[in-house]
């Protein structure tokens, strides 16, 4: 199963959120419908793309379109944990402490230049990544749903930056860039914006509860014994490559699996295939590898070696489609 530009989706009402978006990002309906499929799954994107590709717009257009709460929290190498989650002040009228909660508390968080900051300040993320919460003062204080969290870094000025740790890395869903786009879809962003940026005018098409539903009905996506035995053959052999240092961990076993629910989801199938799989490995698994010294000298792409183990693994044959 290959989708060059597109994702068929046959989920009228992710179909109608992705249309919406496709107002103001042109020509980049694959990754639109990627980012909805990692806040379906309760997971988060990493975008490592150039600056002007449209990584912001994106963000912004999808969190109008569900009527969602967005922040945006711009990375600097002298910005402070409490600057992202929040910090507790001392209200000297009504003499105690008042809580001002940070950026991180809203439904969808743009992360811009996340390498640009201290590990420090990366740290403070991963609670809020993987617990949906953040702990301040000793107290825990749980994000509201649907969190959703798209980073990004540049790949070109490594300049100054902090490379995020694997632990760090563990936690996006999806990695994935964004890319230029071609002469046409580029010559229909300047008419758009000619006059007034179509983000302006953006309106929501899916409320927030919905969201939620269907966020519950993608767990109820069925999954078969031989597509988890397909999932786990296919994350052993990271660990087996000659051309990999460390493989993925059984987290990427589970981010393959939630993944596919959503990918099924969206396409309006009630049960994961094999080709679901397939599609989405390289995006799940490519950043939860590391190569080896002898492969990173010769270029190798975490990519290529993910494309290469999907080559090598046996697709179980489907008896029973559903339950």
Known sequence: MRYNQTIPVHHPLINKVVENVEKVVVGKQKEVTLSLIAMLSGGHVLLEDVPGVGKTVMVRAIAKSIGANFKRI?????????????????????????????????????????NRTSPKTQAALLEALEEASVTIDGETRYLEKPFFVMATQNPIEYGGTYPLPEAQLDRFLFKFKIGYPSHEDEMEVLNRVEKKHPIESLESVLPLEELLEMQKEVTDVYVDASVKSY????????????????????????????????????????????DDIKFLAPYVLGHRIILNSDSKFANVSTRTVVTEIIQRVKIPIRKEAVR
């Open 74 to 114: 711009q990375f600097t190498p002298d910005l402070l944990p409490s600057d992202v989650t929040g910090v507790s002040i001392y209200d000297q009228k009504a003499l105690e402490f008042k809580f001002r909660p940070g950026p991180i508390m809203a439904n969808v968080v743009l992360a811009d230049e996340i």
């Open 231 to 274: 999932i786990i053959s296919i994350v052993n052999e990271t660990r087996a490559h000659n051309s990999v240092y460390l493989g993925a961990s059984p987290r990427g076993s589970i981010a393959l699996m939630k993944t596919a629910q959503a990918f099924a989801f969206v396409q309006g199938r009630e049960y994961v295939i094999p």
